[in-house]
């Protein structure tokens, strides 16, 4: 949930909440405490030093968001160690459990508190059931423990990406990041038929393909991931290796690779530039055409073009993650032209990740897709194969 300037910039999660607590009042329910988390506070030993410490991490600023949206008053629950029975409102919501440190240790001491407020235990926050969290997994092996609404739906979106995607099915990859994306990217190629890949993470692919890529982003390695001999790069040209033979056809007779990177590149000097420069990396000599301290900050006007026609003959579309920086509106053409090629196709659209969704709001197309996912990393580690914690003692019920 963004929040600026003690202000709530994005309040779909909340909204979508409210679903399932209007269907549990009205189905008997005599009370719903509602829990949930936000940011990594830190923890100072008891709760009330850990809240004075934190307080620009309370979830007390979704209160009024609550009460709008169901038109009732809704209760909040400061101190958890002090517990929360004395509240009568229908709707309680629980300050931040993280300011426990059992929360994210996933302590079965915190989790019998939690569990001690309630008869029924719902799991409606698919962004959050990757955690081995106290509220996410210990919890549900203590009381019966359902699904939510939105949890369901978001599974069965999802899973149709792995299991029964309408063909030609393209997969549209971006943003800054790579490392939360290598497992799904390698899942889903397995099962796409055109992968497009822009943003920071087709700098990787660049790179492996002998792109020189100057002072591009390129996501550093993590020391314990280095240890293992992992590297971003030599993951793209595996990946560039493995689908090597495998071609996918455009207007019925021009064979394409089925992982496309950049064709050209918006660069400049750095990401707040007032002005870019477009590169044709096709025409490149030995793949560098530009100044050493350019960085590459969206996709140029061909590989617009070329990823636009692709995205108007798929069936299904899976996108997560902007193709520069949208940020600057001197960067933004890219992302902009995919969401609005996405939205004009006549497909089933599946969106994820908290910056393609902040792209499209900031372009007035958050309407225009079959399914707009509000998780990131849990939606990520779904299309990987992974088994989410959040989801094994809930999963037959």
């Known amino acids: 949930m963004p929040v600026r300037n003690g202000q709530i910039q994005d309040s779909r999660r909340v909204e979508i909440s409210t679903e399932m607590i209007r269907f549990l009042l009205e189905n008997g329910a005599k009370r719903v405490l509602l829990m949930s988390h936000r940011g990594r506070p830190k923890t100072e030993g008891s709760w009330e030093k850990t809240t004075i410490a934190n307080k620009d991490l309370s979830l007390k600023i979704i209160v009024p968001v ?7 008053e809704v209760g909040f629950c400061e101190n958890l160690q002090k517990g929360c029975e004395s509240h009568q409102e229908k709707v309680v919501l629980l300050e931040n ?14 989790a019998k508190k939690l569990a001690g407020l309630a008869d029924i235990y719902i799991n409606d926050a698919f962004s959050t059931s990757h955690r081995t969290h106290a509220s996410i997994d210990a919890i549900s092996e203590l009381l019966p423990s359902y699904a939510g609404a ?9 899973s149709k990406l792995t299991h029964s995607p309408k063909k030609p099915f393209v997969m549209i990859v971006g943003g800054a990041k790579i490392s939360d994306k290598v497992s799904a990217i390698e899942n889903l190629a397995k099962i796409a ?28 390695v993590p020391a314990d991931l280095k240890k293992q001999g992992v590297n971003f790069v030599k993951f793209a040209n595996k ?43 096709m025409v490149c000599e030995g793949g560098n055409c530009h100044d050493k301290d350019d960085m590459f900050l969206d996709i140029g006007p061909k590989t617009i073009k070329l990823f636009s026609k692709i995205l ?3 069936k299904t579309i899976f996108w997560n993650g902007p193709m520069g920086v949208f940020e600057n509106e001197v ?33 007035g197309l958050r309407d225009k897709y079959t399914y707009v996912s509000t998780s990131g990393g ?20």
């Open 97 to 110: 459990l993280r300011f426990d440190k059992g929360e994210e240790k996933n302590s079965k001491e915190f």
């Open 239 to 281: 990946l560039l290796d493995v689908n090597k033979q495998e071609h996918t056809l455009i207007d019925d007779f021009i064979p394409l690779p089925k992982i496309i990177y950049p064709i050209d590149v918006v660069v400049a000097k750095n990401p707040e530039a007032k002005k870019g420069e477009v590169v044709d990396l």
């Open 312 to 314: 108007s003959g798929a």
């Open 150 to 158: 939105s949890l369901i739906r978001e599974v069965e979106m999802l």
């Open 378 to 397: 849990a939606s990520l580690e779904f299309l990987s194969g992974k088994e989410l914690v959040g989801l094994k003692n809930i999963k037959e019920k």
């Open 66 to 72: 609550l009460e709008k949206k169901l038109g009732m």
């Open 331 to 363: 960067f933004a053409d890219g992302t902009r032209e995919i969401a609005r090629a996405v939205a004009k196709s006549d497909t089933e659209s599946i969106l994820g990740g908290g910056d393609t969704i902040s792209a499209i709001k900031k372009f």
């Open 193 to 220: 038929d055109t992968v497009l890949v822009g943003g920071g993470v087709a700098n990787n692919f660049l790179k492996a393909e002998g792109f020189d890529v100057a002072k591009s982003y390129l996501q550093d």
